[in-house]
Protein backbone atom coordinates (compact mmCIF):
# COMPACT_ATOMS: atom_id res chain seq x y z
CA UNK A 1 0.00 0.00 0.00
CA UNK A 2 1.22 3.41 -0.64
CA UNK A 3 1.60 6.16 1.89
CA UNK A 4 0.40 9.41 1.53
CA UNK A 5 4.40 10.82 1.26
CA UNK A 6 4.66 8.63 -2.11
CA UNK A 7 1.68 10.15 -3.75
CA UNK A 8 2.63 13.82 -3.13
CA UNK A 9 6.41 13.84 -3.97
CA UNK A 10 8.85 12.84 -7.20
CA UNK A 11 12.15 11.13 -6.08
CA UNK A 12 14.88 12.26 -8.61
CA UNK A 13 16.31 8.90 -10.03
CA UNK A 14 20.28 7.97 -10.14
CA UNK A 15 22.10 5.59 -11.96
CA UNK A 16 23.60 2.32 -10.77
CA UNK A 17 27.12 1.72 -10.26
CA UNK A 18 28.94 -0.44 -12.80
CA UNK A 19 32.28 -0.27 -12.32
CA UNK A 20 34.84 -0.51 -9.06
CA UNK A 21 35.44 3.06 -7.62
CA UNK A 22 37.36 4.09 -4.31
CA UNK A 23 36.52 7.02 -2.11
CA UNK A 24 36.93 8.45 1.03
CA UNK A 25 33.68 8.08 2.39
CA UNK A 26 31.09 5.40 1.54
CA UNK A 27 27.63 5.84 2.75
CA UNK A 28 25.52 2.64 2.64
CA UNK A 29 21.54 3.40 2.59
CA UNK A 30 19.71 5.82 0.60
CA UNK A 31 16.75 6.46 3.60
CA UNK A 32 16.73 9.74 5.04
CA UNK A 33 19.61 9.54 7.64
CA UNK A 34 22.16 8.32 4.87
CA UNK A 35 21.12 11.05 2.45
CA UNK A 36 22.24 13.71 5.10
CA UNK A 37 25.34 12.40 5.75
CA UNK A 38 25.43 12.44 2.15
CA UNK A 39 24.42 16.40 2.10
CA UNK A 40 27.11 17.27 4.96
CA UNK A 41 29.57 15.65 3.24
CA UNK A 42 28.98 17.59 0.13
CA UNK A 43 28.51 20.50 1.69
CA UNK A 44 31.98 20.20 3.44
CA UNK A 45 33.40 19.26 0.25
CA UNK A 46 34.41 15.61 1.02
CA UNK A 47 35.08 12.66 -1.34
CA UNK A 48 31.83 10.25 -0.50
CA UNK A 49 29.87 8.12 -2.66
CA UNK A 50 26.14 6.98 -1.49
CA UNK A 51 24.98 3.58 -1.96
CA UNK A 52 21.16 2.67 -2.26
CA UNK A 53 19.85 -0.83 -2.74
CA UNK A 54 16.57 0.11 -4.41
CA UNK A 55 15.35 3.56 -4.34
CA UNK A 56 16.25 6.47 -2.37
CA UNK A 57 13.92 7.17 0.29
CA UNK A 58 12.18 4.28 -0.70
CA UNK A 59 12.04 2.22 2.23
CA UNK A 60 11.59 2.56 5.50
CA UNK A 61 11.75 6.70 5.24
CA UNK A 62 8.49 6.77 2.58
CA UNK A 63 6.39 5.19 5.45
CA UNK A 64 7.23 7.35 8.73
CA UNK A 65 4.34 9.62 10.21
CA UNK A 66 7.03 12.29 10.02
CA UNK A 67 6.93 14.30 13.21
CA UNK A 68 10.41 16.28 13.88
CA UNK A 69 10.11 16.67 17.71
CA UNK A 70 12.63 16.15 20.81
CA UNK A 71 9.99 15.01 22.97
CA UNK A 72 10.49 11.01 22.18
CA UNK A 73 7.22 9.39 24.49
CA UNK A 74 8.55 9.72 28.22
CA UNK A 75 12.17 9.61 28.06
CA UNK A 76 13.48 12.06 30.10
CA UNK A 77 12.41 11.40 33.52
CA UNK A 78 13.60 7.59 32.31
CA UNK A 79 17.10 8.91 31.55
CA UNK A 80 18.40 11.06 34.54
CA UNK A 81 17.31 7.66 36.04
CA UNK A 82 19.02 5.68 34.23
CA UNK A 83 21.80 6.98 32.56
CA UNK A 84 22.38 10.96 35.21
CA UNK A 85 21.11 14.64 33.91
CA UNK A 86 24.04 14.94 31.91
CA UNK A 87 23.60 12.42 29.33
CA UNK A 88 19.89 13.05 29.15
CA UNK A 89 21.01 16.83 28.63
CA UNK A 90 23.02 15.79 25.58
CA UNK A 91 19.97 13.44 24.70
CA UNK A 92 17.83 16.71 24.54
CA UNK A 93 20.12 19.40 23.18
CA UNK A 94 20.63 16.81 20.17
CA UNK A 95 17.23 16.55 19.10
CA UNK A 96 16.42 20.31 19.96
CA UNK A 97 19.21 21.47 17.45
CA UNK A 98 18.01 18.66 14.92
CA UNK A 99 14.46 20.61 15.33
CA UNK A 100 16.52 23.62 14.93
CA UNK A 101 18.61 22.26 11.95
CA UNK A 102 15.62 21.01 9.98
CA UNK A 103 13.91 24.34 10.48
CA UNK A 104 16.82 26.18 8.73
CA UNK A 105 16.85 23.65 6.28
CA UNK A 106 12.92 23.95 4.91
CA UNK A 107 12.47 27.79 4.95
CA UNK A 108 14.42 27.18 1.30
CA UNK A 109 12.49 23.83 0.86
CA UNK A 110 9.09 23.52 -0.31
CA UNK A 111 7.96 20.45 1.84
CA UNK A 112 4.97 21.16 3.68
CA UNK A 113 6.80 22.01 6.89
CA UNK A 114 4.60 23.12 9.79
CA UNK A 115 5.79 24.33 13.19
CA UNK A 116 3.59 22.27 15.80
CA UNK A 117 3.09 21.16 19.37
CA UNK A 118 4.11 17.90 20.51
CA UNK A 119 1.88 16.06 22.93
CA UNK A 120 2.65 12.48 24.33
CA UNK A 121 -0.70 11.42 26.32
CA UNK A 122 -1.50 8.62 28.72
CA UNK A 123 -4.67 6.95 29.39
CA UNK A 124 -3.75 5.32 33.03
CA UNK A 125 -1.14 6.80 34.90
CA UNK A 126 -1.03 11.02 35.12
CA UNK A 127 1.91 10.49 37.67
CA UNK A 128 4.02 9.68 35.09
CA UNK A 129 3.25 12.55 32.89
CA UNK A 130 3.95 14.84 35.93
CA UNK A 131 7.42 13.58 36.55
CA UNK A 132 8.28 13.70 32.76
CA UNK A 133 6.97 17.70 32.47
CA UNK A 134 9.28 18.12 35.73
CA UNK A 135 12.62 16.17 33.97
CA UNK A 136 12.19 18.17 30.51
CA UNK A 137 11.96 21.52 32.74
CA UNK A 138 14.63 20.72 34.54
CA UNK A 139 16.56 19.84 31.70
CA UNK A 140 16.02 22.99 30.16
CA UNK A 141 13.40 22.93 27.88
CA UNK A 142 9.55 24.48 28.85
CA UNK A 143 7.23 21.60 28.92
CA UNK A 144 3.75 22.15 30.44
CA UNK A 145 1.27 19.48 31.41
CA UNK A 146 -2.45 19.79 29.75
CA UNK A 147 -6.14 18.57 30.40
CA UNK A 148 -8.11 18.61 27.77
CA UNK A 149 -7.02 17.10 24.01
CA UNK A 150 -8.97 17.41 20.65
CA UNK A 151 -8.75 13.51 20.84
CA UNK A 152 -12.07 11.38 20.64
CA UNK A 153 -11.18 9.88 24.41
CA UNK A 154 -10.45 10.23 28.06
CA UNK A 155 -6.81 10.48 29.19
CA UNK A 156 -5.41 11.22 32.51
CA UNK A 157 -3.84 14.30 30.45
CA UNK A 158 -0.57 14.61 28.07
CA UNK A 159 3.05 16.51 28.39
CA UNK A 160 3.46 19.86 25.36
CA UNK A 161 6.27 20.31 24.30
CA UNK A 162 5.98 23.69 22.11
CA UNK A 163 8.08 24.58 18.74
CA UNK A 164 8.49 21.42 17.55
CA UNK A 165 7.33 20.35 13.90
CA UNK A 166 5.96 18.10 11.03
CA UNK A 167 7.11 17.73 6.84
CA UNK A 168 6.54 15.79 3.96
CA UNK A 169 9.49 13.63 4.27
CA UNK A 170 10.30 12.60 0.41
CA UNK A 171 9.66 16.43 -0.67
CA UNK A 172 12.39 17.46 1.69
CA UNK A 173 14.37 14.40 0.70
CA UNK A 174 13.75 14.87 -3.13
CA UNK A 175 15.56 18.37 -2.67
CA UNK A 176 18.29 18.01 -0.70
CA UNK A 177 19.68 14.58 -2.80
CA UNK A 178 19.90 16.86 -5.80
CA UNK A 179 23.13 17.28 -6.98
CA UNK A 180 24.35 14.50 -4.13
CA UNK A 181 26.87 11.63 -5.48
CA UNK A 182 24.63 8.64 -5.19
CA UNK A 183 24.34 5.48 -6.73
CA UNK A 184 20.45 3.51 -6.72
CA UNK A 185 20.01 -0.75 -7.43
CA UNK A 186 23.52 -1.33 -5.63
CA UNK A 187 22.39 -3.82 -2.87
CA UNK A 188 25.57 -4.18 -0.67
CA UNK A 189 25.75 -7.77 0.07
CA UNK A 190 29.26 -7.84 2.24
CA UNK A 191 31.81 -5.61 3.70
CA UNK A 192 35.20 -6.77 4.10
CA UNK A 193 37.67 -4.25 6.13
CA UNK A 194 37.73 -1.21 3.86
CA UNK A 195 35.76 -2.79 1.22
CA UNK A 196 32.31 -2.95 -0.01
CA UNK A 197 30.78 -5.60 -2.32
CA UNK A 198 27.82 -5.42 -4.33
CA UNK A 199 26.80 -7.89 -6.56
CA UNK A 200 28.96 -7.42 -9.91
CA UNK A 201 31.29 -4.07 -8.27
CA UNK A 202 33.61 -3.22 -5.45
CA UNK A 203 33.47 0.17 -3.43
CA UNK A 204 36.67 0.44 -1.18
CA UNK A 205 36.70 3.41 1.11
CA UNK A 206 38.81 4.44 3.63
CA UNK A 207 35.77 5.13 6.42
CA UNK A 208 32.47 3.12 5.47
CA UNK A 209 28.77 4.49 7.41
CA UNK A 210 26.39 2.10 7.77
CA UNK A 211 22.92 3.54 7.36
CA UNK A 212 20.91 0.07 6.45
CA UNK A 213 17.81 0.68 8.48
CA UNK A 214 19.01 -2.55 10.69
CA UNK A 215 22.83 -3.17 10.56
CA UNK A 216 24.17 -5.62 7.76
CA UNK A 217 27.22 -7.28 9.06
CA UNK A 218 26.47 -9.51 11.99
CA UNK A 219 30.10 -10.50 12.83
CA UNK A 220 30.39 -7.16 14.48
CA UNK A 221 28.85 -5.14 16.97
CA UNK A 222 25.90 -7.83 17.84
CA UNK A 223 23.54 -5.57 16.86
CA UNK A 224 21.07 -9.17 16.11
CA UNK A 225 20.75 -9.16 20.12
CA UNK A 226 20.92 -5.36 20.59
CA UNK A 227 17.79 -4.66 18.73
CA UNK A 228 14.59 -6.67 17.45
CA UNK A 229 12.11 -4.73 15.34
CA UNK A 230 8.56 -3.71 15.45
CA UNK A 231 5.30 -3.24 12.75
CA UNK A 232 2.63 0.02 13.44
CA UNK A 233 0.16 0.87 10.96
CA UNK A 234 -1.11 3.87 9.73
CA UNK A 235 -3.97 5.18 8.05
CA UNK A 236 -5.34 8.55 6.61
CA UNK A 237 -8.88 9.81 6.91
CA UNK A 238 -10.54 12.51 4.55
CA UNK A 239 -13.15 14.26 6.27
CA UNK A 240 -12.01 13.61 9.46
CA UNK A 241 -11.00 16.79 12.11
CA UNK A 242 -7.70 18.65 12.87
CA UNK A 243 -6.33 18.31 15.60
CA UNK A 244 -3.86 20.93 15.49
CA UNK A 245 -0.55 19.47 16.75
CA UNK A 246 1.60 16.30 16.86
CA UNK A 247 -0.32 13.28 19.65
CA UNK A 248 1.27 10.16 21.11
CA UNK A 249 0.42 7.52 23.15
CA UNK A 250 3.23 7.10 25.94
CA UNK A 251 2.40 3.06 25.76
CA UNK A 252 4.24 1.66 22.84
CA UNK A 253 0.66 -0.04 21.64
CA UNK A 254 -1.13 3.30 21.66
CA UNK A 255 -2.27 5.59 19.27
CA UNK A 256 -0.86 8.32 17.20
CA UNK A 257 -2.51 11.30 15.44
CA UNK A 258 -1.30 14.36 13.12
CA UNK A 259 -2.92 15.69 10.07
CA UNK A 260 -1.46 16.70 6.78
CA UNK A 261 -3.27 18.94 4.51
CA UNK A 262 -6.71 17.90 4.55
CA UNK A 263 -6.31 14.61 6.11
CA UNK A 264 -5.85 13.02 9.70
CA UNK A 265 -3.24 10.56 9.90
CA UNK A 266 -3.39 7.65 12.62
CA UNK A 267 -1.17 5.59 13.61
CA UNK A 268 -1.17 2.52 15.72
CA UNK A 269 -2.33 -1.55 15.46
CA UNK A 270 1.62 -2.39 16.31
CA UNK A 271 3.29 -5.33 17.48
CA UNK A 272 6.69 -7.31 17.65
CA UNK A 273 7.87 -8.14 13.92
CA UNK A 274 6.74 -11.58 13.56
CA UNK A 275 4.14 -11.22 16.15
CA UNK A 276 0.11 -10.51 15.65
CA UNK A 277 -1.32 -7.18 16.22
CA UNK A 278 -4.11 -4.70 15.83
CA UNK A 279 -2.91 -3.96 12.11
CA UNK A 280 -4.97 -1.79 10.19
CA UNK A 281 -8.30 -3.49 11.52
CA UNK A 282 -7.69 -1.62 14.94
CA UNK A 283 -7.37 1.21 13.33
CA UNK A 284 -10.48 1.05 11.23
CA UNK A 285 -12.55 -0.12 13.74
CA UNK A 286 -11.48 3.54 16.25
CA UNK A 287 -12.04 5.05 12.95
CA UNK A 288 -15.49 4.03 11.97
CA UNK A 289 -16.95 4.53 15.42
CA UNK A 290 -14.98 7.90 16.38
CA UNK A 291 -15.36 9.37 13.06
CA UNK A 292 -17.88 7.85 11.07
CA UNK A 293 -18.02 10.28 8.11
CA UNK A 294 -14.56 9.56 7.27
CA UNK A 295 -13.41 8.25 4.64
CA UNK A 296 -10.26 6.41 4.37
CA UNK A 297 -7.57 7.32 1.25
CA UNK A 298 -4.29 5.89 2.70
CA UNK A 299 -3.17 3.16 4.47
CA UNK A 300 0.29 1.57 4.60
CA UNK A 301 3.04 0.37 7.28
CA UNK A 302 6.11 0.78 9.27
CA UNK A 303 8.92 -0.82 10.91
CA UNK A 304 10.96 0.40 13.47
CA UNK A 305 14.36 -1.08 15.47
CA UNK A 306 13.95 -0.72 18.90
CA UNK A 307 17.06 -0.05 21.19
CA UNK A 308 17.57 -1.60 24.64
CA UNK A 309 17.17 1.18 26.75
CA UNK A 310 14.97 3.78 24.08
CA UNK A 311 18.70 5.29 22.60
CA UNK A 312 19.96 4.93 18.88
CA UNK A 313 23.24 3.54 18.59
CA UNK A 314 24.77 5.98 16.74
CA UNK A 315 29.45 6.37 16.37
CA UNK A 316 31.64 3.58 15.00
CA UNK A 317 30.05 0.01 13.92
CA UNK A 318 32.30 -2.06 16.32
CA UNK A 319 35.73 -1.40 18.76
CA UNK A 320 37.24 -3.52 16.37
CA UNK A 321 36.22 -1.28 13.31
CA UNK A 322 37.65 2.08 13.69
CA UNK A 323 37.17 2.71 10.17
CA UNK A 324 33.18 1.63 9.86
CA UNK A 325 30.35 3.56 11.85
CA UNK A 326 26.37 3.05 12.37
CA UNK A 327 23.54 4.65 12.57
CA UNK A 328 20.50 2.60 13.84
CA UNK A 329 17.90 1.86 16.46
CA UNK A 330 15.80 4.54 16.12
CA UNK A 331 12.55 3.57 18.39
CA UNK A 332 10.19 5.10 15.97
CA UNK A 333 12.02 8.88 15.98
CA UNK A 334 13.15 8.32 12.71
CA UNK A 335 13.28 11.55 11.49
CA UNK A 336 14.62 13.73 14.35
CA UNK A 337 17.24 10.67 15.31
CA UNK A 338 18.32 10.83 11.59
CA UNK A 339 19.13 14.25 11.32
CA UNK A 340 21.35 13.81 14.95
CA UNK A 341 23.10 11.12 13.47
CA UNK A 342 23.77 12.87 10.33
CA UNK A 343 25.39 15.27 12.64
CA UNK A 344 27.62 13.27 15.07
CA UNK A 345 28.49 10.96 12.12
CA UNK A 346 29.51 13.39 9.57
CA UNK A 347 31.49 15.28 12.09
CA UNK A 348 33.46 11.87 13.16
CA UNK A 349 34.41 10.90 9.27
CA UNK A 350 36.17 14.47 8.85
CA UNK A 351 37.83 14.10 12.28
CA UNK A 352 35.87 16.64 14.70
CA UNK A 353 34.96 15.70 18.10
CA UNK A 354 30.80 15.53 18.90
CA UNK A 355 29.55 16.22 22.09
CA UNK A 356 26.92 14.32 21.70
CA UNK A 357 28.38 11.01 20.53
CA UNK A 358 28.75 9.78 24.01
CA UNK A 359 25.31 9.19 24.78
CA UNK A 360 24.69 7.46 21.25
CA UNK A 361 27.89 5.29 21.64
CA UNK A 362 26.47 1.50 20.22
CA UNK A 363 29.63 0.46 23.13
CA UNK A 364 27.40 1.15 26.42
CA UNK A 365 26.61 -1.58 28.09
CA UNK A 366 23.87 -4.19 27.14
CA UNK A 367 22.96 -5.23 30.29
CA UNK A 368 19.17 -4.64 29.95
CA UNK A 369 15.59 -6.53 30.39
CA UNK A 370 15.14 -6.47 26.48
CA UNK A 371 18.51 -8.24 26.19
CA UNK A 372 17.12 -11.53 27.46
CA UNK A 373 13.93 -10.74 25.99
CA UNK A 374 15.46 -10.69 22.72
CA UNK A 375 17.91 -14.13 23.43
CA UNK A 376 14.69 -16.53 24.29
CA UNK A 377 12.84 -14.74 21.19
CA UNK A 378 15.60 -15.70 19.18
CA UNK A 379 16.41 -19.21 20.82
CA UNK A 380 12.26 -20.00 20.77
CA UNK A 381 12.59 -19.69 16.88
CA UNK A 382 15.74 -21.12 16.03
CA UNK A 383 14.47 -24.44 17.41
CA UNK A 384 10.93 -24.40 15.97
CA UNK A 385 10.75 -26.88 13.44
CA UNK A 386 10.23 -25.60 9.88
CA UNK A 387 12.28 -25.54 6.18
CA UNK A 388 10.93 -21.64 5.91
CA UNK A 389 14.20 -19.92 7.23
CA UNK A 390 15.58 -16.52 7.26
CA UNK A 391 18.67 -16.51 5.22
CA UNK A 392 20.04 -13.74 7.81
CA UNK A 393 20.27 -15.98 10.91
CA UNK A 394 18.40 -18.91 10.52
CA UNK A 395 15.20 -18.25 12.28
CA UNK A 396 12.28 -19.71 11.54
CA UNK A 397 9.80 -17.32 9.42
CA UNK A 398 6.16 -16.53 10.67
CA UNK A 399 3.59 -15.89 7.89
CA UNK A 400 1.37 -12.77 8.26
CA UNK A 401 -1.76 -13.14 6.83
CA UNK A 402 -2.89 -9.55 7.13
CA UNK A 403 0.42 -8.27 4.89
CA UNK A 404 0.38 -11.50 3.09
CA UNK A 405 4.44 -11.09 4.01
CA UNK A 406 7.28 -14.10 5.43
CA UNK A 407 8.43 -12.40 8.56
CA UNK A 408 11.05 -13.24 11.00
CA UNK A 409 10.30 -12.43 14.64
CA UNK A 410 13.88 -12.51 15.27
CA UNK A 411 15.50 -9.73 14.03
CA UNK A 412 12.56 -8.15 11.72
CA UNK A 413 13.43 -9.22 8.11
CA UNK A 414 10.54 -9.80 5.61
CA UNK A 415 9.88 -11.08 2.12
CA UNK A 416 6.94 -11.36 -0.19
CA UNK A 417 4.43 -14.50 -0.61
CA UNK A 418 7.56 -15.71 -3.04
CA UNK A 419 10.18 -15.42 -0.78
CA UNK A 420 11.91 -12.11 -2.19
CA UNK A 421 13.22 -9.66 0.34
CA UNK A 422 11.12 -6.50 1.58
CA UNK A 423 13.18 -5.25 4.62
CA UNK A 424 16.54 -6.17 6.32
CA UNK A 425 18.64 -7.41 8.36
CA UNK A 426 18.67 -10.22 5.54
CA UNK A 427 20.64 -9.79 2.13
CA UNK A 428 19.33 -12.42 0.41
CA UNK A 429 16.05 -13.84 -0.73
CA UNK A 430 14.40 -16.76 1.38
CA UNK A 431 12.96 -19.96 0.08
CA UNK A 432 9.63 -20.46 1.08
Known amino acids: MKSVWSDHSNIPQFPQLRKDIKTEVLIIGGGMCGVLCAYFLEQKGIDYVLVEGERIGQGITKNTTAKVTSQHGLIYDKLIKNAGIEKAKMYLRSNEDAVTKYRELCQNIKCDFEQKDAYTYSLSDRKQLEDEVKAVNVLGLKAELVDKLPLPFETKGAIKV ?67 QHRSYVIALENAPKVNGMYVDEAQKGMSFRNYEDLLLIGGGDHRTGKSGGNWQELRDFAKKNYPKAIEKYAWATQDCMSL ?6 GHYSKQT ?111
Not at 309 to 314: A, K, L, S
Not at 391 to 404: D, F, Q, S, T
Request: proline share 5%; aromatic share 10%.
Open 322 to 432: PHMYVATGFNKWGMTSSMVAAMILSDMVMGKDNEWRQVYTPHRSMIKPQLFMNGVEAVSNLLTPTMKRCPHMGCALKWNKIERTWDCPCHGSRFDNKGQLIDNPAKHNAKV
Open 309 to 314: DGIPYI
Open 162 to 228: GNQAQFNPLLFLSEIAKGLKIYENTFIRDIKDHTAIADDVKITANKIIVATHFPLINKHGSYFLKMY
